[in-house]
């Protein structure tokens, strides 16, 4: 059974921001490279940002140079660091595989960035 559990989302100001975690099984961290996705409502799916198993880091153009993906090995953990957010980073951020698989989507974690 997998289990990703996406946490840290909320309601922000423009130019604000919110660290988003998500709680992995060890069995699919230890072996995978980990990714950030968001859906916006009418909006499909997108890739925002994943770390590979070494550390190595990749961005969407959109969030490049705001947001920082890093992860935690001991604690199964990835995160994304958003920093100045705007409205259209509002959605609902996903962890998952990355690429992704279809059957590990989760419940996501609501991101609103609105003054």
């Known amino acids: 059974q997998v289990q990703l559990v996406e946490s840290g989302g909320g309601l922000v100001q423009p130019g604000g921001s919110l660290r988003l975690s998500c709680a992995a099984s060890?069995?699919?961290?230890?072996?995978?490279?980990m990714g950030w996705y968001r859906q916006a409502p009418g909006k499909e799916r997108e890739f925002v940002a994943h770390?590979?198993?070494?550390?190595?880091?990749n961005y969407a153009d959109s969030v490049k140079a705001r947001f920082s993906v890093s992860r935690d090995n001991a604690k199964n953990t990835v995160y994304l660091q958003m920093n100045s957010l705007k409205p259209e980073d509002t959605a609902v951020y996903y962890c998952?595989?990355?690429?992704?698989?279809?059957?590990?989507w989760g419940r996501g974690t609501q991101v609103t960035v609105s003054s």
């Open positions: 998952n595989v990355a690429p992704p698989f279809t059957r590990y």
């Open positions: 060890e069995s699919i961290f230890s072996r995978n490279t």
């Open positions: 770390i590979t198993t070494a550390g190595w880091t």
